[in-house]
């Protein structure tokens, strides 16, 4: 994506005397983008900082936004390992000297965290600035993303408690990473040349090896024996579970798996609204996600006459405990004609 | 390890405080062995206090069944803004480590 926003800026800054330089091929369809439009939408912060707007922000700040905005979900020292896994833990002092966590090698990690695994500070900002919170992505300001970020890096002891982390500093903070030398780029994903011919990837050689076979080829491959299905379950589910190899949850052994979501493309206006208002992120419309799934809500509430009142109430201030410990974070931001919508819609199942 | 600081965060709320702990300890339970096939000691917190001001609001009794860098929580009723909140802990090997915050 990087590459191609970079494509599109070099056409942005000749755009202004060769305008349809790049439309020749689509004649009478579409405009170029303003450099305003370009500006909204290239928000990337790259390892070498460029994209980094500038700011600043401190530990204490980065507390009062934590506690209000991430630790519902990340745990007040993002240790919560109840929705995602921790931010968090598992990195030590020496780490921090040598820049490889060792707890990912030496296997003494009871699990990794996002600070045990990211190479690059850049990254972690980014990735805040462009996704969290879930369900108010892109609304934090440079200095908010600044201020969360230097509390995160105090929680995990790289930075004092009177820290201030600003654009200008950044590039310091980079150099206490605990895993900062733990990326390699020797492979076929990363584009340009092999390192040694200065490069970063490895000349495009893929990491795995798939050749077309013309003749005298193996017959198809067939599974020969499976777990049978009263065995799926013998270690509880899976999907409850964190797992040291392969992903951290794996896949639900209960046997009651939810029946598949209906296709996106085919939604009624109201589950738009759902989508668009960030209800989606946390409930599915069959399972629970985060919090509980549609149907599980509707089969709760759906004898009781005055549901529908309680639970706009309830999605407007948010709450708690209802479903598990868990809170879901106030919508007072969604207009109350919508949240009335939303939950006729969920109490008339969802479809 | 005993040398690491716990993180406390203590709040107050509609008059009940929230107190909540991020302990650093080993917690070995004396059950597992190294790669040379040598038990690895036992060393976990027995005894975890947590006072208000200087009246003790949580005594706990800490055992082997209790995961490597502990998480508390807990609330209490009284306490006020500004208000001193110590935890204090002792482990097997007779180490302690006492940290204290302020109510926000």
């Known amino acids: 994506m990087s590459r191609f926003s970079k494509s599109i800026l070099v056409l942005a800054l000749f755009g202004a005397s060769t305008a349809t330089f790049a439309f020749d091929n689509y004649k009478g369809i579409g405009r170029p983008a303003t450099p305003a439009e370009i500006k909204a939408w290239d928000i990337d912060v790259r390892p070498d900082f460029k994209g980094l707007p500038k700011g600043s922000g401190n530990v204490d700040r980065g507390q009062e936004l934590f506690e209000e905005k991430c630790a519902s979900c990340h745990g007040t020292f993002g240790e919560s390992n109840e929705v995602f896994t921790p931010l968090i833990g598992g990195t030590t002092k020496d780490d921090i000297k040598t820049g490889r966590v060792k707890g990912l090698s030496s296997g003494e990690l009871p699990q990794r965290t996002t600070f045990t695994k990211v190479a690059t500070i850049s990254t972690v900002f980014d990735y805040i600035q462009r996704a969290m919170p879930w369900t108010a992505p892109k609304s934090l300001k440079p200095d908010d993303v600044y201020a969360i970020l230097a509390y995160m890096l105090n929680l995990a002891e790289i930075v004092p408690a009177d820290f201030t982390l600003s654009d200008k500093n950044i590039a310091e903070v980079q150099k206490l990473m605990p895993n900062r030398y733990g990326m390699t780029t020797d492979h076929g994903m990363w584009p ?10 490895n000349g495009g050689i893929p990491d795995v090896k798939n050749v077309a076979c013309m003749k005298n080829c193996k017959p198809e491959a067939k599974i020969g024996s499976t777990l049978p299905d009263y065995a799926r379950n013998a270690h ?4 409850e579970q964190t797992r040291s190899v392969g992903p951290v949850r794996g896949v639900n052994t209960s046997g009651d798996a939810p029946a598949a979501q209906p ?15 960030g209800c989606m992120a946390c409930h599915g419309v069959n399972n629970k996600i985060v919090g509980p799934g549609f149907n599980e809500i509707q089969a709760r509430y759906k004898d009781q006459p005055d549901a529908e009142t309680r639970l706009v109430a309830k999605v407007k201030a948010g709450g708690q405990g209802v479903w598990g410990a868990i809170p879901m974070p106030p919508n007072s931001h969604l207009p ?12 008339s199942g969802a479809k | 390890m005993a040398a690491n600081p716990m993180k406390i965060r203590a709040s107050n709320k509609d008059g009940v405080t929230e107190v909540k702990v991020l302990i650093s300890h080993e917690m070995e339970t004396g059950q597992r062995k190294d790669a040379s096939g040598a038990i690895v000691p036992a060393w976990f917190i027995t005894e975890l206090t947590a006072k ?9 009794e800490f055992g082997t ?3 490597k860098n502990p998480y508390l929580a ?10 001193k909140v110590t935890v204090s802990w002792k482990d097997n090997k007779g180490e302690t480590r006492t940290d204290e915050a302020a109510i926000a």
């Not at chain 1, 390192?195 to 970063?200: F, M, N, R, S």
């Not at chain 1, 296709?263 to 208002?277: D, H, I, N, R, W």
């Not at chain 2, 807990?74 to 208000?83: E, M, N």
Request: proline share 3%; net charge positive.
């Open chain 1, 263 to 277: 296709a996106a493309g085919a939604a009624s206006p109201a589950m738009e609204l759902a989508q668009k208002s």
């Open chain 1, 192 to 201: 340009g040349a092999p390192a040694k011919k200065g490069g970063i990837g």
């Open chain 1, 236 to 239: 509880g589910n899976l999907a």
């Open chain 2, 65 to 67: 069944a209790v995961s």
């Open chain 2, 52 to 60: 208000h001001n200087d009246r003790v609001v949580l005594g706990a």
């Open chain 1, 336 to 347: 109350d004609a919508d949240l009335t919508t939303l939950v006729k819609w969920i109490l």
């Open chain 2, 74 to 83: 807990f609330r209490f009723k009284g306490g006020a803004k500004g208000d």
